[in-house]
């Protein structure tokens, strides 16, 4: 047989890839990124009607041109032809949901729904289900739901069912009208098969699936509200296929478009992070793997269900079947250094970073790089974008201690580095001290391919060694196996991800270990952040609260 060959898309925040990888050493021979032409819709529509706070919505008609464009880029750039490309496999971020009608249509794409918000695909950060999620929590707590223990003793905003409440609250003509909602990777493989079926990931993380107990009960449903009752059998309907799976195979209409064969095996959708743990070869237990880039998903394998505070969630056969898949994460860690560098950085270092001819976080990172942890004085909490894990709140927000008149932007960004190293600290303490055991540390995504000041912090502040993905695009790699695993052996790919993984997976020699010294000082840096962390996170001054609804308030009587 000839060499074959698999597509992994993978659909990040800010712009997709498409990876063409070898399937018999997983190496990349192409990639190809397209950024998404309308970015994260957080201010207006297209149409210019304005967004609420807290809201974050996308364009499906951005993630479609991902496939038209990428695909094809990766063909051309490698010469490979469509005959030995076997099958396709994505990954999007979760939970990214979407109304659609009966013939898998966006709502947002329907003339009469187009002015409306919820009408959207709303993006994993919206945040403006709060009120919503906290309902859930407080009644699955009264009530002793079983399944609440599996996503941390609470659920977030950023989760479906939070997120389909809001629609039937704020817009219930959406709702109505809606025949489905359905993450974003599900519709993107519906797309291309004709026929939408959804991936025990996203259901098991983030709509409260289970594989024996299936998704919450009527009962429960009800008791939010009685026009959720049926939710489950009616909006969320819909198979549930395990990882691996093979979705359908590719239209002759979307062959067309991007440049591959009729019939491609195409795969069941996978969450982002979650496809990165086998490309990185972490198949057993104890391999904690962080994707860092907007936000840091931490993903570990477990033998047994333990429950962990503020974990995302707990899903049997989740990331790898025969483990407990375990999730949490950092709602913003990318994100805040974007925030900084748009929104605090002043002019003069802007000059400076060009006429070194460096990006503005290449010059900051190098400045910062000429401190010694500790020398800035300062101290930040890393909730720009809430906290996800272990507080679940994201009415919680950034803070930074300790600045002077001569504090400078490059101390305030190296802060805001540690503040989130100290915040994946936490994370990786909450698994160990609940006997999900952490061995060994990896990371992929983009930013231990950008910052390597960031990557020695993390290992100081963890004082554990980090290994890194060699693929640029860890999880489009994984969606790639997952898509030869979905093809099977016999078409050239692989009957089960373990065995994709001991071909295809690979983490680059070097590596970053703590330098004791700096342990030292960051271990009395944390225990101030642990400090810091509770008083504003756990109640005892619940003063970011009281300002955002503050905020809230003067906005209302401000409004035109
Ligand atoms: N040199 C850098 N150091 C730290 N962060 C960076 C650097 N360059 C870009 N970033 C951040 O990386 C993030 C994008 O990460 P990436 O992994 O590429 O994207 P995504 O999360 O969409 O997959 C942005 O939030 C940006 O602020
Ligand atoms: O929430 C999840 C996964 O559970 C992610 O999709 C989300 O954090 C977005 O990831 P990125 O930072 O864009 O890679």
């Not at 201010?43 to 364009?59: F, T």
């Not at 009527?218 to 691996?244: C, H, I, N, Q, Y």
């Not at 373990?498 to 000082?521: C, G, L, S």
Request: proline share 4%.
């Amino acid at each position: 047989m000839s060499n074959k060959y698999a597509i992994g898309v993978d659909y990040g925040t800010q712009s997709g890839r498409a990876v063409l990888v070898d399937l018999s050493n997983g190496h990349e021979l192409a990639d190809h990124v397209t950024p998404y032409r309308h970015h994260v819709m957080d201010e207006e529509l297209p149409s210019g009607v304005k967004l609420e706070h807290d809201w974050a919505l996308q364009h499906p008609q951005d993630y479609m041109e991902v496939l038209e464009q990428s695909i094809p880029a990766v063909l051309k750039a490698t010469g490979i032809s469509a005959e030995d490309v076997i099958s396709v496999g994505i990954d999007f971020t979760a939970c990214t949901v979407l109304p659609v009608d009966a013939n898998g249509t966006p709502l947002c794409l329907l003339e009469p729904f187009a002015n409306n918000p919820h009408a959207w695909v709303k993006l994993w950060k919206h945040h403006a289900a709060q009120p919503e999620a906290d309902q859930i929590n407080e009644i699955a707590a009264a009530r002793n739901e079983k399944w609440l223990k599996r996503y941390g003793g609470k659920i977030s905003s950023e989760w479906m069912l939070a997120k389909l409440w809001q629609v039937l609250n704020e817009a219930p003509d959406i709702y109505e009208e809606a025949d489905k909602f359905v993450e974003a990777a599900d519709w993107v493989v519906g797309i291309m098969t004709g026929n939408i079926v959804r991936n025990s990931c996203t259901a098991g993380y983030k709509s409260n699936w289970h594989k024996q107990d299936g998704y919450p009960s009527e009962e429960f449903l009800s008791a939010l509200d009685p026009r959720l009752e049926k939710l489950t059998s009616t909006k969320l309907r819909g198979e549930v296929l395990p990882l691996g799976s093979k979705a359908g195979e590719l239209t002759e209409e979307m062959a067309a478009k991007i440049g591959l064969k009729p019939g491609t095996a195409i795969a069941v959708g996978n969450i982002d992070a979650h496809a990165a743990v086998p490309a990185v070869g972490a198949v057993t237990p104890g391999k904690l793997v962080m994707a860092m880039g907007t936000s840091i998903c931490h993903l570990l394998l477990g033998e047994e269900e333990r429950e962990v505070e503020g974990m995302c969630g707990v899903v049997e056969d989740g990331i790898i079947p025969g483990y407990y898949g375990y999730e949490a994460g950092q709602s913003a860690v990318g994100d805040i250094f974007e925030w900084f560098v748009e929104e605090c950085v002043p002019a003069y270092a802007y000059r400076e970073a060009e006429a070194a001819g460096e990006n503005i976080h290449v010059y900051l990172t190098r400045r910062a790089n000429e401190l010694k942890p500790g020398q800035s004085g300062l101290l930040a909490l890393d909730w720009w974008n809430g906290n996800r894990s272990v507080l679940v709140d994201t009415n919680l927000t950034g803070t930074m201690l300790g600045m002077t008149l001569l504090t400078k932007p490059w101390e305030m960004y190296r802060a805001l580095l540690e503040a989130t190293a100290f915040g994946s600290r936490k994370i990786v303490e909450a698994f160990h001290s609940n006997g999900v055991t952490v061995e060994e540390l990896y990371a992929c995504g983009g930013l231990p391919q950008k910052n390597k000041l960031l990557m020695q912090i993390y290992a100081d502040v963890m004082n554990r060694e980090i290994k890194i993905a060699a693929s640029r695009q860890t999880p489009a790699l994984g969606a790639a196996m997952f898509g030869a695993v979905a093809a099977g052996a016999e078409k050239g790919g692989y009957d089960n991800i373990v065995e994709a993984a001991q071909k295809m997976a690979r983490i680059r020699e070097e590596t970053f270990k703590p330098i004791p010294e700096n342990v030292a000082v960051y271990n009395k840096l944390y225990a101030e952040y642990n400090q810091l962390h509770d008083y504003f996170g756990r109640g005892d001054n619940e003063v970011m609260k009281r300002l955002k609804a503050i905020k809230e308030k003067a906005a209302e009587c401000c409004a035109p």
